[in-house]
Structures are given as C-alpha cells and as structure tokens.
C-alpha cells in the first residue's frame, strides 16, 4: 500500500469516530443551555461554524467510501427524483463556501422563490426530458455526490455564472458549466487525477485536496456512464456526464 491510499485509510477508519464526537458534544452544547448554560451569539455562530467543518469532513470520508465501494461494484440501486436530488446537492455544495446563499434558499416557500434566489446569485438550474417528471434508477448517493462534486467546482472557479441542466430520455445527461478562466489544454488530463489541484490565478480560494473531480469520473466509469470535459481559455469549462439507468433489484 502506497503513502497516498495509507492516508486514505487512516481517514475513512481512524478520523470517523473522532469526528462523530466532535460532532455529539457540539451539540450538546448547543441544545443543552440548562446542563452548560445559556450561549452569546458569538459562541452560537462558532459552534455552527464547528459543525459546519465537521461535517464537511464526514462528508469528505463518506465519499471516500462511496468511491471504494464502486470500485467493488457495490450500488444502491433505487428509484429516485432527479429534480430533488439535483436541489440536494446544490444545497451541499453551497453549505460550506456560501452559507448566506443557502440560508436564503432554504427559507424560500416555493418553486419560483428558490428559482429566484437562484438567478440573483448567477446560478442557472434546469430539469428536463424524461426525468423531470418519471424517477431515475441506480444509486441515489452516488449520483448526488457526482452533483454536489460538479457543482462545486463549477461555482469555485466561476467568474459570475454556474449553468446546471439535467437532461435525458434513456440516459441521465448531466451538464454543468461556469464562466471562469478556464483550462489550457496541457492541463486538462490532470484534472482527474487525484490529489492534483491546478491553479486557478483569479481566485486564491480553490485550494482543496484534488479529489472531487477524480471522485467524480471514478463514480461516472463504476456506474457504467462516461465523463467529458469541454474548456476554452477565457470563456470557462463545461463538464458533461451521461449515466445509464440500472435495474432496481
């Protein structure tokens, strides 16, 4: 075993239970005023901020689990809304980098405000085809994690834009662009490879671990779909993902 997959290792067994605990006493905190005492709003907002970060690093951990069980070949396999899925991990991949984003959408009370909130902040999201109304088959996880990964991305590295269209009549057909600077050519390939970050000379704060987008084609070749990926310097980087329906068992 290799430094790189011995780090994996010691991240998906030995950080998940200190993390969990991290996670219990913050909240003990939180909601037991009467045992620790009552909260300013100052240490209000840095235990959600604890929270926060402990969640993103289960998350983190999650999908690294979910990446080896594909490798196994184990799915999930379920029928599920397309169009709820697409909204989940949007509010995921919002939580942690634009908090004041996702605070907005989830006080919205309808399809039109959440739609609006959406436009305000340059980020464009359509379902159509045959998902927009029938479920998907295969695994729900899997694929919201391939979203939220996209996702995110795409709205690190924008200028003011992110685009999000869900299509498809047999195939589920994912695109997501962003209005950013772009991938020269020389760099493209390394985009998937793990534990690489390219440099984004714009934006200072894309630094990340490397893993998402290698996660994400990882995903896309287990499930049986394929992955593209369309760059011009300048305009911004388009990915797009076509997954095949699985038989539910």
């Known amino acids: 075993m290799n430094e790189k997959a011995r780090l994996i290792d010691l991240l998906i067994h030995d950080m998940t239970g200190p993390l969990s605990i991290v996670a219990a006493a913050t909240n003990n905190l939180r909601y037991n005023a009467d045992r620790y005492g009552p909260l300013t709003d100052g240490q209000e907002r840095l235990l959600e901020r604890i929270l926060r970060n402990a969640d993103r690093a289960q998350n983190l951990i999650q999908e690294m689990i979910e ?13 599920f809304s397309v169009e709820t899925t697409v909204k989940k991990s949007l509010l995921d991949a919002l939580e942690i980098a634009f908090p004041e984003i996702t605070e907005k959408l989830y006080d919205v009370k309808s399809h039109e405000e959440f739609q609006a909130v959406l436009r305000e902040h340059g980020i464009s999201i359509e379902v159509s085809g045959r998902y927009r109304e029938s479920p998907f088959c295969h695994d729900e996880r899997k694929v919201q994690q391939i979203l939220r990964n996209l996702m995110s991305n795409a709205m690190k590295h924008r200028r003011e834009r992110m685009r ?36 984004d000379q714009r934006n200072s704060n894309t630094a990340g671990l490397g893993f998402g987008l290698a996660g994400v084609k990882t995903l896309v070749e ?25 038989i539910s068992s």
Request: hydrophobic fraction near 40%.
């Open 222 to 246: 287990a499930m049986g779909g394929e992955i593209e990926l369309e760059s011009r310097e300048g305009t911004g980087t388009r990915f797009i993902v076509r997954i095949p329906p699985s």
């Open 164 to 199: 999000v269209n869900i299509s498809g009549e047999a195939d589920l057909a994912i695109l997501v662009e962003d209005d950013g600077v772009g991938i020269p050519p020389e760099e493209r390939e390394a985009v998937f490879a793990p534990f690489v970050q390219l440099k």
């Open 67 to 79: 990446i080896l069980r594909s490798k196994g070949g184990v799915f999930r396999k379920a029928y």
